[in-house]
């Protein structure tokens, strides 16, 4: 059965520094999104995608946050320089039409030091 | 702006029991609304996609239904097994743009 795949599983990097989180959708999927989960927190919605533009992003996904699908496969999620706050898991979600079932990826586990 | 409450957020039952999870949202303007399965340090697993025209939705022992005018949807596992532990997530979608907004989840703890 078809999944959403993301890596790496777990990205542990320094206060300041710049990390690409790394996303393959289901392939005949063509809306996208990323969400995050702060322990223990809800998980929160950061961002849609379709047609290669954001489709909506929440408060959450400032300027230090960028989406991109490089190419027919990836999606990734760049965060330019990371702050403690950022420590998070970070789910990546695709879908074939709006309004259907949103498939979600393993997730990446974020720490920031 | 939409929120999703799930109440309680913990709950142990022994093996076999029937259970319903609850799960209630503000605003009844919604497109559908999913449960997802979370087990620990894990992603999540689509259960059940209730469309707003629609009252409930059946896959093996789970049964979700939505009354959308209260603002309320319900999980019904039948015959619950320890293999069923974990965090059961509800979501709604009210945007043109299918952004899900969570409730916290319920972990549910089934004792063999």
């Known amino acids: 059965e078809p999944e959403v795949t993301q890596t790496p599983s777990h990205q542990v990097t320094q206060m300041g520094q710049e990390v690409i989180l790394r996303c393959v959708p289901i392939s005949n999927h063509l809306y996208f999104y990323w969400y995050r989960q702060i322990l223990g927190q809800k998980v929160e919605f950061l961002v849609s995608?379709?047609?290669?533009?954001?489709?909506?992003k929440s408060e959450i996904f400032d300027d230090q946050f960028s989406v991109e699908r490089p190419d027919g496969s990836n999606f990734t999620l760049k965060i330019r320089s990371t702050k403690l706050e950022d420590s998070a898991m970070y789910f990546c979600?695709?879908?074939?039409?709006?309004?259907?079932?949103?498939?979600f990826g393993p997730g990446t586990r974020l720490t920031v030091l | 702006k939409q929120e999703v409450t799930q109440i309680p957020a913990a709950l142990s039952v022994p093996e076999g029991e029937n259970l319903v999870l609850n799960c209630s949202f503000t605003?009844?303007?919604?497109?559908?609304l999913q449960w997802f399965r979370q087990d620990p340090g894990k992603g999540l697993t689509s259960l059940l996609l209730i469309q707003s025209s629609q009252r409930e939705q059946t896959s093996g022992r789970l049964n979700a239904s939505l009354d959308k005018s209260s603002g309320r949807s319900t999980l019904y596992i039948a015959a619950s097994q320890p293999g069923d532990s974990a965090t059961y997530l509800c979501a709604v979608d009210t945007g043109a743009n299918s952004k899900l907004t969570f409730g916290k989840g319920i972990t549910l703890s089934v004792r063999p």
């Open positions: 605003d009844s303007a919604i497109y559908n």
């Open positions: 995608f379709y047609n290669n533009e954001i489709s909506e």
């Open positions: 979600a695709s879908q074939t039409y709006p309004q259907g079932t949103q498939y």
